[in-house]
């Protein structure tokens, strides 16, 4: 028997080459597998006598969003970062609460970004980190949201950035500990949770290891079959430091190296020329794009419109952090992507409502390798989808013709609490907005209190820091 049927909705399926509208219309989920979708009047028959039946009349319907660069860890120290120079914000502005975490903390601040996302309507995660087996064991698995994770190697210990202005020193002990915990972890977790955990390799940056590590840690993943997630040309740090250790700046150095191709997924990528954006396109090399993090941190439109216009074969956008962005949902996310690309090239045809909606969807879920199995609304594809009701002041009017307005609403004015369902591998995890998988008010005070913990032991050092935050802190400002 079928065990979700989904009607009379305004479906946005992602098949074909826009976002597939079919009105009127309806999925049937068997497991955690869609099975049919098409119009109402032709399942209705069939599959009419589901388990449950949603009636999705006067809401949209679309696959997931895909988060496809996200450390949901830092959400802890939410709106501790931001209005800085950007030399400042990893040192002068992060740096000085880590220490102040304490065990598990980090897995406190998951779970409120799963949370917040999950409610805005993502239900895939490509998150990188330090050590993801606790948030895949604890977060990631139990609260039934699909994540693509993988532990970041680099070789950076304590006392390896004295000065931003020297080349770090790395500890080739940490880099290759981390690449054998980043192997223990992908023979361990991959497949786990009925296959809503899949992993990747994470080469944290260029500018954080040897040449020689980076290129055995693709070697590692390709001899898998698997993809490696890296920040690139994430800004004046990293700049500085290949200028000092190779003469010359990312990108060219990746390319000499032969490290660029479709097994790469590169995120960031903003410290950029238009012709390294070209050239990065042509590599073959898959982009994450995380637009309003970038533009707090760096003042920077990230380059997803010219990366795409340059041929690159696959993009898809991310959250990123809430100590820089601020947020991670997705429904923001897309408004912001079109704004400042649009801005960028001066031109308001540049990535239209349609294509950042493919964006956030299929084409984010093809970037991260997950393509064949989520992103769209299709039969054999995993369910996982969103309903969002349009029923609300600021979505409305409706209109099907000549424009249909649905697609444009949802980027342009939609902010997160129109989700009203939320179906993961064919589990209903959100249901009337409520989170079924997780104990809301906990994971809020659990959260609150470890932050107050860490923020107010690290007051201090973030004052001694003396960014220019700080600065504004001190004068009352804020
Ligand atoms: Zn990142």
């Known amino acids: 028997m079928t065990d979700i049927y989904v009607k009379n909705g305004f479906l946005l ?35 009419g006598g589901a388990e449950h039946v949603f009636d999705a009349k006067g809401k949209a ?30 040192l002068k502005t992060q740096a000085p609460f880590g220490p102040h975490h304490r065990p598990g903390d980090r897995l406190l601040g998951s779970a409120l970004g799963v949370l917040e996302a999950v409610k805005s ?31 970041t190697i680099n070789e950076i210990g304590p006392g390896s950035r004295p000065d931003p202005h020297k080349p770090y020193i790395f500890f080739s002990d940490i880099g290759e500990r981390k690449l054998k915990e ?52 994430q800004g004046g740090r990293e700049a500085i430091q290949i200028n000092l ?4 700046t990312i990108v060219k150095h990746l390319d000499s190296i032969g490290f660029l191709d479709n097994t790469i997924i590169g995120a960031h990528c903003h410290q950029t020329s238009d012709e390294e954006v070209a050239l990065l396109a042509k590599s073959g ?7 309003a993090s970038i533009a707090v941190i760096d003042g920077i439109t990230p380059p997803l419109a010219l990366y795409l216009a340059s041929g690159g074969v696959s993009a898809g956008i991310g959250s ?73 002041p600021h979505m409305m009017p409706i209109i099907t013709t000549p424009v249909p307005n649905v697609a444009p609403n949802i980027v342009y ?15 209903i995890v959100v249901r009337d907005r409520e989170v079924l998988t997780m104990d809301e008010e906990k994971v809020m005070e659990d959260a609150q209190k470890a932050s107050t913990a860490i923020t107010e032991s690290a007051a201090e050092d973030f004052f001694k820091a003396d960014s220019y935050l700080a600065k504004a802190v001190k004068k009352g400002l804020l």
Request: glycine share 10%; with cysteine.
């Open 61 to 90: 319907v679309l696959p997931g969003f895909v988060d496809a660069h996200v450390h949901t860890s830092n959400t802890l120290i939410r709106g501790e970062g931001q209005d800085v120079p950007e030399i400042e914000w990893m």
């Open 121 to 151: 309507g993502t239900t895939c995660f490509g998150e990188i980190g330090g050590n993801m087996a606790p948030a895949a064991e604890k977060v990631f698995g139990p609260s039934g949201v699909r994540a693509h994770l993988a532990n």
């Open 413 to 427: 004015s939609a902010r997160g609490d129109e989700v009203e369902t939320v179906i993961i591998d064919g589990n």
């Open 285 to 291: 090399m898959r982009y994450v794009s995380c637009p």
């Open 320 to 392: 990123d952090q809430a100590s820089g962005n601020n947020h991670h949902n997705m429904l923001v996310e897309m408004k912001v992507a079109a704004l400042l690309n649009k801005c960028r090239h001066t031109d308001p045809t540049v990535l239209p409502a349609w294509k950042m909606l493919r964006i956030a969807t299929i084409e984010g879920a093809e970037t991260i390798g997950l393509g064949d199995s989520i992103g769209s609304l299709e039969p054999g594809k995993k369910a996982d989808l969103l309903l969002l009701n349009l029923k609300v």
């Open 245 to 248: 250790r190779y003469g010359t």
């Open 182 to 233: 980043s192997i223990e972890f992908i023979d361990e977790w991959e497949g786990a949770f009925d296959g809503r955990i899949t992993t990747m390799f994470s080469p944290h940056a260029a500018d954080m290891m040897s040449e020689e590590l980076l290129l055995r840690v693709k070697q590692e993943a390709n001899e898998r079959g698997m993809m490696s997630h890296i920040h690139i040309a």
């Open 13 to 47: 399926t992602m098949q074909g080459e826009g976002v597939g509208s079919i009105q009127d219309g309806a999925v049937a989920i068997e497991g955690n597998t869609i099975v049919a979708v098409g119009k109402t009047a032709d399942l209705d028959k069939e599959y």
